[in-house]
């Protein structure tokens, strides 16, 4: 038992070193992910992006970005992003606390982070109707198909 509590202690900073090292290299790619979204450059942001988030969300957003006004991104960059401390909940997933702050708006969110292809990268799945994604295929809803959209899990009211 003597000769194991040196050898724990021994340890125990560089497992902290390692850890912080990893908390440094997920809020840099966070960073990078969120400045690129938040200043409207889609492409930039694949980078750091999931291929679940690069083929839905961002795909997405390149393909409304045309439709955008061009006065409006202007008033709404740049944009400045305050990353809070990382929270690593597994192996493969981490919590980064951010604020988004443009002329525009303030906000507070939570980006995820997932270990995908060797690296961390931001997880960010938007629910996009069907009749707005670019990659469905246009066709005509049956009345419980656009019932089934309709419904939202809204919070129920305080009494």
């Given amino acids: 038992m003597k000769t194991k509590f040196p050898v724990i202690l021994l340890a125990l ?20 992910y969120l400045e690129a979204v938040a200043n ?11 291929r679940e988030t690069r083929e839905v969300t961002l795909g997405f957003f390149e393909s409304v970005l045309p439709n955008l006004d061009t006065a409006f991104i202007a008033s709404n960059t740049p944009a400045k992003i305050t990353l809070g401390r990382v929270a690593i909940t597994s192996d493969s997933t981490a919590l980064v606390p951010y604020h988004k702050s443009t002329p525009i708006v303030e906000q507070d969110d939570t980006l995820t982070m997932v ?12 629910a996009i109707p069907p009749m707005l994604n670019p990659n469905v295929e246009r066709r005509t809803f049956t009345r419980e198909e656009v019932l089934q959209m309709k419904q939202v899990d809204a919070p129920k009211a305080k009494k």
């Fill in 13 to 32: 900073p560089l497992l902290m070193a390692g850890c912080q090292q990893q908390q440094r290299t997920i809020a840099s790619q966070a960073r990078g």
């Fill in 40 to 50: 409207y450059h889609f492409e930039e942001a694949a980078a750091y992006a999931s």
């Fill in 115 to 126: 270990f995908e292809e060797g690296q961390w990268l931001a997880r960010v799945v938007v």
